[in-house]
């Protein structure tokens, strides 16, 4: 009972701790790549590239905006790191992409990469390739952020309250935050289905 005390409350804490200006800087990204009709890439590894799937799927149908995940493609994912290495993957998958100076690159890491360190490799890789074509960069990440919160146009950094479960709260609170993001007034376009069931029962009353 005191594990599940006090990982609840790390969580209540985190989510007040959050940086809202850097929240409302990434809303704003949102709204200017599809009034320019760009597009959304997201990675991550592990949990994290789940989490990309999820985000993809949500940006696509709620916020409107055309979203991929390179690593929704196993086939081509795998044949890339058979053939080329895990360091390139991504940054290969988005020069056949044609990423460009319309979209955005959203990174999903616990601890953001490092070159250094030899963690995450292929999103330093990544985020360096969409330096390159003018593309802007969002963060979500935790621990000190790595070389994303280094080169990110917007980071938004997931605070460490104990090191026994940063990887656990950085990536339930990347989907806290991409799920703020997508239906944030400004973002929305289109209703999810619980919602708009919630507000046609109460209509009809």
Known sequence: MNYIKTYLEQTSKIALMLDQDKILQA???LKTVRQDKGRLFFLGVGGSAGNASHAVNDFRKIAG???YAPTDNVSELT???NDDGWDSVFSSWLKVSNLNSKDVLVIFSVGGGSIEKNI???LVKALNHAKTVG???LGIVSRNGGYTKEVADCCILIPTLSP???TPHAEEFQAIVWHLLVSHPEIQKNQMKWESTAQTATSKK
Do not use: F, H, P, Y
Request: hydrophobic share 40%.
């Open 27 to 29: 809303v704003n990204l």
């Open 65 to 67: 905006i055309e979203s």
């Open 79 to 81: 044949a890339r790191v």
């Open 120 to 122: 995450s490799t292929n």
């Open 135 to 137: 593309a802007k960069t």
């Open 164 to 166: 026994e479960t940063v």
